[in-house]
């Protein structure tokens, strides 16, 4: 039984999160000791994966440079990427295994905490079979460590169910782009941004979340660009946004397809380019007959004129962008937003031209590379189906196993977790996801993982999730391990290694190997180093979609970034996908797909009339195991606060900072109150980077998208009332 | 840097504080931040806004200083405190029409932002221009700004009867005035007797 050891208040107490807010050896001592290197990598903290410098001395990472000369941000940097330094030389850092006792964690060596893992997982999987073992990967690890936990779970273990935290960020607009284009890839680089007449933003805090694209689309607006925005709060940008969509959350799908409406109705569509590069338009342009500016504007919330302005400054600027990310994708529909947002595109000749695309924007660090090679349930390396007979040859012989061993698709995290819950799931492996935290309705999760008859982690902070396990082995930092990323524009990039993990701490890839040397097989695992990982992963990739083939460390350094598909050494990689509007299908043209309007798993209703919606802030990153243990980032939004307009504030008699309680069918928690114009009345906000009695996700729910599996946390039913009284513990 | 200067454009920023968190990590100002950086109304907006000093071609810190502790370069910055002049009597904080010289009680002086002089000395860019992600903080070659900026920009504040010509830029728009006054009245047309023509009509 996997439950906690010990009180949440004495596991933080020993292990976190404590904020750490000075360099080693304090701010002091920094004139006086200078770094000793410069190391050029990326930042660790979100898909744009910014150039930066880290200052290192003596094995610690001691301050940070900018790192001008990189072509994507040059020198550019948000508040977390300034100080993300803080996490190295962290008084939380796990310096050696921890093993589960009666009343808490103790210190173990390697091979006691690595025999009992292998043991447990044995006989786990001798009693209830192979499939009884789940494994959690995550985005924000390096391409090779990502790799190789797909590898490790299939070959390894021979369970068929991995699955990654990118399950909860990527995968509605990998699913919709792969039905369109049949690619899961930004389909430009960022500069095409830059060249846009219109931006069109849907779903997308871009000011606090892509903190560095903001510089893009104001270079744009200096060219005289249009920034069009649709959002349920007014966002950092919005100050200069020239259409604002303030939309009911959840009817993005209605919103698009009456802007289709629109441009179909006053003929702006692009008759030349759908003819020539384009299938299914007409089944689409009868599936938005319906969606007449005044029907659509009774179901968004956004004025009929608005809608109509909209769509006619995106139909008839000559290029123009359209961008979304989490907004668009966080629903059970996220998959039908995507694309009818593609239909837009496509419908108004938006593609394959300098200044013109629809992009999604990646979210987490190596968001796109850590899904392209293998750590999603349903996919091989270079983007392969894992239902696919050529795939499955052609990895198999990579990987030196027969076609027939590889198991078949398995579990998306959510259901992972749902079997778990279900007791069907009885082990667990876990590294670089915080399931407490990120998945919706967190109480449940916290229940799965109780069940759990063997709980592995790999972690460098005892995160809320790791609080779980039976043993926790001592990871490494993004910093301390040599590899690449791919960033949101698709720019494959050189992680540098600045510094050993600290003690006994060992790096993830190494410890990975480890296990499946332990398990016996350690013959597929054989790699000396990263750079070894890496040149299997070419092999792998080659020919696939994501083809890596071409791409070599030596020539990302040359070209600062090669983008993928780089097919082999000559390549110099492809920063726009479809040139001419030519897509990856087999004949060349672009896919409109029909969308469907469905309700929300959580509908509002009498009983909970409030719209609740999930998000991020600026300072912190994903569920904030991090994050929250810097110091200049916590102060910057310590805690989180639900985002109410003082129209539904003054119903309940409720004042800024007033404590209010949110409660849901799942949960209730109780906040204080930030009462801003800035979001629509019948909405209220909280940002998600909490754990415990402070989660967001102690109120969301687990309906997830049937195709991309993504949970629904932007769109869920709540009610509001002044809270009686402070939460225990607080003044 | 020769041909560089420094512009402020209020408008662009996202109230990230990037500018504010990295002025802390300059090596000269170990753990203290020298940017001015507010919500300016955050119940009604989310408008935020960064600011560094103005360096005031003539710095009131300076002139209402009894200890003579502060210097403008010939360079045109004005920089922080001597340490050995300054009596920590914090006229200057008070003085200051933009708000930005602060006493720091660990130092027990003023210190306020010297446009990152350990950077520009040697060829870099002001750390806070540097990571600022929307450019609402800028180091350029005035050219540049000409070129590519859709606003102009202005180094010329009314304050009261007085016009205060600042080293850095704020950016305005570019049909607007050539000053800027935060005054209404600055802007209003009182009659014949005024001799003094408006913003607005210039």
Redesign the interface.
Known sequence: MAKPPASLAELQELYGPHPN??PIGG??D??RN?ADRLVKTHCCFCGQQCGIQLKVRDNHVV??E?W?EFPF?K?????K???RYLQSNHPDRLLDPLMRTSNGFRKAGWDEALDFTVRRLQEIQAKYGKDSVAVFGGASLISEKSYLMGKFARVGLGTRHIDYNGRLCMVSAGVAYKLAFHVDRSPIQWEEIARADVIFVIGANI??CY??T??YI??A??R?AKLILADPR???????ADIYLPLRPGTDLVLLMGMLHVVLRDGLEDRTFIAEHTTGFEAVAESVNEYDPRSVAERTGVPPETIERAARLFATAPTGVAMHSRGLEHQSKGVENVLALINLTLATGKIGRPGCGCTMITGQGNGQGGREHGQKCDQLPGQRQLTDPAAREHVAKVWGISPDELPQPGYSAQEIMNAIHAGEIKALLCTCFNPVVSLPNAEFTREALNKLEFFGSIDFFLSETAQHADVVLAGSLQEEEEGVVCSGEGRVLHIQKAVDPPGNARPDSEIICDIARRLGKGKYFPYRSTREIFDELREASRGGVADYYGITWEKIDKQMGVFWPCPDLDHPGTPNLFDGGVSFHHDGKCRFVVTEWRESGDPVGPDFPVYLTTGRV??QFLSGAQTRRIG?LLD?YPEPRVEIH?RLAERHGIV?RDWVTVTTKRAEITLRA?????IRPDTVFIPYHWAGRKSANMLTHRTIDPRSKIPEFKVSACRIAKAGRAPEGEA | MFGYEFYVDTSRCIGCQACLKACEECDTHRGVSMINFDYLDRPNTIETAAFVCFHCEEPTCAMVCPADAIKKGEDGIVQSSLKPRCIACSNCVLACPFGIPKIVPQYEQMVKCDMCYDRTSVGKKPMCATVCPSQALAYLPSSEVAALRREKPVNQIRIGNEIVRTKVFMMVPREGADEISLDAADYMWEGDGDETRTLAAR
């Open positions: 807010y000075t701010w002091q920094l004139p200078p301050g940070f900018p001008e941000n020198g550019k940097l948000c508040p990427g300034v100080k000011g606090e903190p560095i903001t510089d104001w270079r607006k200096d005289g007014m966002t950092p940008i919005s100050r200069n600026v300072s200049a910057q003082p800024d930030l009462v801003v114009k800035t």
